[in-house]
Protein backbone atom coordinates (compact mmCIF):
# COMPACT_ATOMS: atom_id res chain seq x y z
CA UNK A 1 0.00 0.00 0.00
CA UNK A 2 1.34 2.95 -1.06
CA UNK A 3 0.13 6.54 1.07
CA UNK A 4 -0.64 8.86 -0.52
CA UNK A 5 0.82 12.57 -0.48
CA UNK A 6 -2.09 14.29 1.10
CA UNK A 7 -3.78 13.02 3.38
CA UNK A 8 -5.77 16.16 5.46
CA UNK A 9 -9.44 17.36 4.30
CA UNK A 10 -9.86 19.51 1.19
CA UNK A 11 -9.35 23.01 1.95
CA UNK A 12 -12.83 23.66 1.05
CA UNK A 13 -13.91 21.63 3.93
CA UNK A 14 -16.36 23.59 6.70
CA UNK A 15 -15.28 23.56 10.45
CA UNK A 16 -17.49 21.10 11.29
CA UNK A 17 -16.24 18.43 8.58
CA UNK A 18 -12.62 19.47 9.65
CA UNK A 19 -13.38 18.26 13.43
CA UNK A 20 -15.68 15.25 12.69
CA UNK A 21 -11.87 14.54 10.46
CA UNK A 22 -10.31 15.12 13.74
CA UNK A 23 -12.87 12.88 15.76
CA UNK A 24 -12.33 10.00 13.15
CA UNK A 25 -8.56 9.96 13.22
CA UNK A 26 -8.94 9.79 16.70
CA UNK A 27 -11.41 7.03 16.98
CA UNK A 28 -9.47 4.60 14.52
CA UNK A 29 -6.35 5.79 16.44
CA UNK A 30 -8.18 4.05 19.59
CA UNK A 31 -9.53 1.15 17.23
CA UNK A 32 -6.06 0.37 16.69
CA UNK A 33 -4.60 0.51 20.52
CA UNK A 34 -7.41 -1.42 22.20
CA UNK A 35 -6.74 -3.74 19.57
CA UNK A 36 -2.92 -4.66 20.65
CA UNK A 37 -4.58 -4.44 24.30
CA UNK A 38 -6.93 -6.60 23.44
CA UNK A 39 -4.82 -9.28 21.77
CA UNK A 40 -2.30 -9.26 24.37
CA UNK A 41 -4.78 -9.68 27.06
CA UNK A 42 -6.23 -13.20 24.70
CA UNK A 43 -9.62 -11.27 25.33
CA UNK A 44 -11.83 -11.80 22.14
CA UNK A 45 -14.37 -10.96 23.30
CA UNK A 46 -13.23 -7.37 22.57
CA UNK A 47 -11.33 -8.43 19.28
CA UNK A 48 -15.17 -9.12 17.79
CA UNK A 49 -15.90 -5.76 18.76
CA UNK A 50 -12.76 -4.24 16.59
CA UNK A 51 -13.81 -5.50 13.29
CA UNK A 52 -17.05 -5.44 10.98
CA UNK A 53 -18.51 -9.05 10.61
CA UNK A 54 -17.29 -9.62 7.06
CA UNK A 55 -14.19 -8.17 8.16
CA UNK A 56 -11.07 -9.83 7.00
CA UNK A 57 -7.20 -10.78 8.37
CA UNK A 58 -3.84 -11.78 7.40
CA UNK A 59 -0.49 -11.65 6.60
CA UNK A 60 1.16 -10.32 3.49
CA UNK A 61 3.32 -14.29 3.90
CA UNK A 62 0.75 -15.95 3.27
CA UNK A 63 0.53 -17.93 6.90
CA UNK A 64 -2.94 -16.26 8.19
CA UNK A 65 -5.77 -15.28 6.02
CA UNK A 66 -9.20 -15.26 7.67
CA UNK A 67 -12.43 -13.76 6.18
CA UNK A 68 -15.45 -13.34 8.68
CA UNK A 69 -15.43 -12.31 12.65
CA UNK A 70 -15.69 -15.52 13.40
CA UNK A 71 -12.95 -17.57 10.68
CA UNK A 72 -10.36 -14.71 12.50
CA UNK A 73 -11.29 -15.27 15.96
CA UNK A 74 -10.12 -18.75 15.25
CA UNK A 75 -7.45 -17.94 13.66
CA UNK A 76 -6.33 -15.80 16.76
CA UNK A 77 -7.23 -18.88 18.75
CA UNK A 78 -4.31 -20.91 16.92
CA UNK A 79 -1.87 -18.75 17.23
CA UNK A 80 -2.26 -17.80 20.36
CA UNK A 81 -1.86 -21.71 20.83
CA UNK A 82 1.72 -21.02 20.64
CA UNK A 83 2.29 -17.97 22.30
CA UNK A 84 2.85 -16.82 25.57
CA UNK A 85 2.76 -13.38 27.01
CA UNK A 86 3.09 -10.61 24.15
CA UNK A 87 3.68 -6.71 24.80
CA UNK A 88 2.71 -4.75 20.98
CA UNK A 89 3.16 -1.74 20.90
CA UNK A 90 1.91 0.95 18.34
CA UNK A 91 4.18 3.75 16.46
CA UNK A 92 3.89 5.47 13.69
CA UNK A 93 0.01 5.82 11.99
CA UNK A 94 -1.17 7.42 8.98
CA UNK A 95 -4.64 7.79 8.34
CA UNK A 96 -6.39 8.97 4.99
CA UNK A 97 -10.32 9.02 4.41
CA UNK A 98 -11.81 7.96 1.23
CA UNK A 99 -15.48 8.80 2.20
CA UNK A 100 -17.15 9.79 5.68
CA UNK A 101 -17.48 6.21 6.24
CA UNK A 102 -14.32 4.11 4.85
CA UNK A 103 -10.28 5.54 5.54
CA UNK A 104 -7.24 3.29 5.14
CA UNK A 105 -4.14 3.38 6.94
CA UNK A 106 -0.68 2.41 7.24
CA UNK A 107 0.82 1.57 11.02
CA UNK A 108 4.11 0.83 12.15
CA UNK A 109 4.02 -1.51 15.23
CA UNK A 110 6.98 -3.51 17.74
CA UNK A 111 5.96 -6.44 19.67
CA UNK A 112 7.81 -8.52 22.57
CA UNK A 113 7.11 -12.34 22.28
CA UNK A 114 7.23 -15.13 24.23
CA UNK A 115 6.91 -17.95 20.94
CA UNK A 116 7.75 -21.69 21.05
CA UNK A 117 9.32 -21.44 24.13
CA UNK A 118 11.58 -18.80 23.52
CA UNK A 119 12.04 -14.86 23.46
CA UNK A 120 11.14 -13.52 20.67
CA UNK A 121 11.04 -9.74 18.98
CA UNK A 122 8.91 -8.53 15.92
CA UNK A 123 8.69 -5.60 13.50
CA UNK A 124 5.65 -5.26 11.53
CA UNK A 125 3.44 -2.68 9.73
CA UNK A 126 -0.22 -3.02 9.29
CA UNK A 127 -2.22 -2.39 5.83
CA UNK A 128 -5.68 -1.35 7.01
CA UNK A 129 -8.67 -0.38 5.68
CA UNK A 130 -11.47 0.85 8.06
CA UNK A 131 -14.96 0.98 8.02
CA UNK A 132 -17.68 2.92 10.37
CA UNK A 133 -20.54 0.98 10.54
CA UNK A 134 -23.09 2.39 13.09
CA UNK A 135 -21.54 5.24 14.06
CA UNK A 136 -18.30 3.24 15.13
CA UNK A 137 -15.06 2.86 13.41
CA UNK A 138 -14.04 -1.17 12.89
CA UNK A 139 -11.51 -3.07 10.63
CA UNK A 140 -12.71 -3.81 7.37
CA UNK A 141 -9.44 -5.41 6.32
CA UNK A 142 -6.01 -5.92 8.15
CA UNK A 143 -2.75 -7.16 6.65
CA UNK A 144 0.56 -7.60 8.36
CA UNK A 145 3.97 -7.94 7.10
CA UNK A 146 7.20 -8.56 8.82
CA UNK A 147 10.09 -6.33 8.84
CA UNK A 148 11.68 -8.90 11.24
CA UNK A 149 10.62 -11.82 13.95
CA UNK A 150 13.22 -13.04 15.26
CA UNK A 151 14.98 -14.31 18.40
CA UNK A 152 16.32 -12.24 20.72
CA UNK A 153 19.31 -13.48 20.77
CA UNK A 154 19.55 -13.40 16.75
CA UNK A 155 18.58 -9.38 16.53
CA UNK A 156 22.27 -8.36 16.46
CA UNK A 157 22.98 -10.19 13.27
CA UNK A 158 19.85 -10.88 11.65
CA UNK A 159 19.27 -7.22 10.49
CA UNK A 160 21.90 -7.62 7.88
CA UNK A 161 19.93 -10.52 6.33
CA UNK A 162 17.06 -10.82 4.02
CA UNK A 163 15.64 -13.81 5.27
CA UNK A 164 14.39 -12.35 8.69
CA UNK A 165 10.99 -14.12 9.86
CA UNK A 166 11.62 -16.77 12.26
CA UNK A 167 8.12 -17.21 13.30
CA UNK A 168 7.87 -20.30 11.90
CA UNK A 169 11.50 -21.36 12.61
CA UNK A 170 12.65 -21.66 8.82
CA UNK A 171 13.83 -18.10 7.50
CA UNK A 172 11.57 -16.65 5.29
CA UNK A 173 12.19 -13.05 3.54
CA UNK A 174 11.20 -9.88 5.03
CA UNK A 175 8.18 -8.41 3.23
CA UNK A 176 9.80 -4.86 3.48
CA UNK A 177 11.66 -2.84 2.82
CA UNK A 178 13.54 -4.93 0.39
CA UNK A 179 10.13 -5.86 -1.76
CA UNK A 180 9.09 -1.90 -1.93
CA UNK A 181 9.66 -0.52 -5.44
CA UNK A 182 10.72 2.75 -4.06
CA UNK A 183 13.59 0.60 -1.80
CA UNK A 184 14.18 -1.66 -4.82
CA UNK A 185 15.32 1.94 -6.95
CA UNK A 186 17.46 3.18 -4.40
CA UNK A 187 19.54 0.32 -3.80
CA UNK A 188 19.66 -2.02 -7.59
CA UNK A 189 20.59 -5.69 -6.65
CA UNK A 190 19.32 -5.83 -3.03
CA UNK A 191 15.92 -6.81 -3.03
CA UNK A 192 13.85 -10.15 -4.28
CA UNK A 193 13.60 -13.29 -2.17
CA UNK A 194 16.90 -15.15 -1.86
CA UNK A 195 19.58 -12.06 -1.99
CA UNK A 196 21.54 -11.22 1.49
CA UNK A 197 23.43 -8.69 2.04
Known amino acids: MSIPNRVAPPADSSVEQRLQRVEDQLAIR ?6 NFAIDNRDLDAVRLLFAQNGSFGSKDGAMRATGID ?7 SRFSVLGATNHFAHDHVIW ?12 VHAEVWRKEQPMLTALRYDDV ?5 GLWRFSERLLSFFY ?12 RLERNM ?31
Open 30 to 35: DLTARY
Open 97 to 108: FESQTRARGMLS
Open 71 to 77: AILEQFK
Open 130 to 134: YEKID
Open 149 to 160: YLNVMDYPQALG
Open 167 to 197: ASGTPVAADFPERLPTYVEMRPGHAGPGQTR
